[in-house]
């Protein structure tokens, strides 16, 4: 387990498409473990993998009821609306306020390559449709009101 630079604004790999995971294996769980470490040492609520260089579709999320590890996310269902602060461990310091689901439903692979469903409300809806969007290249600046 080790704490890895996250990467800030101004750098192009925020902005890459991150490719599909296909390995499950010892990497991917050192991986994730590295990744939560670097989400808690930062106080962040969320991590995608490409802030830490590595451009594949991997996120970690822990809104403060339990670390959630997401491999290959894609969002199945979206209900409702937010309009709320949001900022990102990439720009410290910088927020702004997005729209986003209230409430969404995500389906991912687990370390293992088992597929999971997991929802999410308020923050937590949030937290899954930002680090989604950062598989993507896109970061919550692109997204806001
Ligand atoms: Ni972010």
Known sequence: ????????????????????????????????????????????????????GILRRICVVDVGDGLIELVNPVIIEKKGVQEEQEGCLSFPGEYGTTVRPMKVKVRAQDRNGNTFTVEGEGLKARAFCHEIDHLDGIVFKDRLK
């Open 1 to 52: 387990m080790a704490i890895r630079t996250i990467i800030k604004s101004g750098d192009e790999v925020l902005k890459r498409v991150c490719r599909t995971q296909l390995t499950f294996d010892e990497r991917l769980a050192s991986l994730l473990d590295d990744m939560a470490d670097t989400m808690y040492a930062a106080d962040g609520c969320g991590l995608a993998a490409s802030q830490v």
